[in-house]
Nanobody, 115 residues
Framework: QVQLVESGGGLVQAGGSLRLSCAAS????????MGWYRQAPGKQRELVAT???????NYADSVKGRFTISRDANKDTVYLQMNSLKPEDTAVYYC?????????WGQGTQVTVSS
């Protein structure tokens, strides 16, 4: 099993920035892909950004140029730097990790952007 703990959410005004962190522990062998997803009220969970073990990144069109995903040197912590935040970015943000043992999710952290 892999445990994922997110931190860094909160309330920010439109145009502001937040940095989310997600630390993995447990059976962290070959976390091939780590990423962030979000779910707004009444909507389905959607991909925000992912990063592979080799550093390849993928972003939702809605966040390209504003959000940056990265991993630490040990490859077991993933970050999401969110700049130029908009009210439509308001959601619960979930960390995700994929390895040969399975697909794992964190508990989520709330991000609220006020207009």
């Amino acid at each position: 099993q892999v445990q994922l703990v997110e931190s860094g959410g909160g309330l920010v005004q439109a145009g502001g920035s937040l940095r989310l962190s997600c630390a993995a522990s447990g059976s962290i062998y070959r976390l091939n892909v780590m990423g962030w997803y979000r779910q707004a009220p009444g909507k389905q969970r959607e991909l925000v950004a992912t990063i592979t073990l080799g550093g390849l990144t993928n972003y939702a069109d809605s966040v390209k140029g504003r959000f940056t995903i990265s991993r630490d040197a040990n490859k077991d912590t993933v970050y999401l730097q969110m700049n130029s935040l908009k009210p439509e970015d308001t959601a619960v943000y979930y960390c995700n990790a994929l390895n040969p043992l399975g697909n794992f999710w964190g508990q989520g952290t709330q991000v609220t952007v006020s207009s």
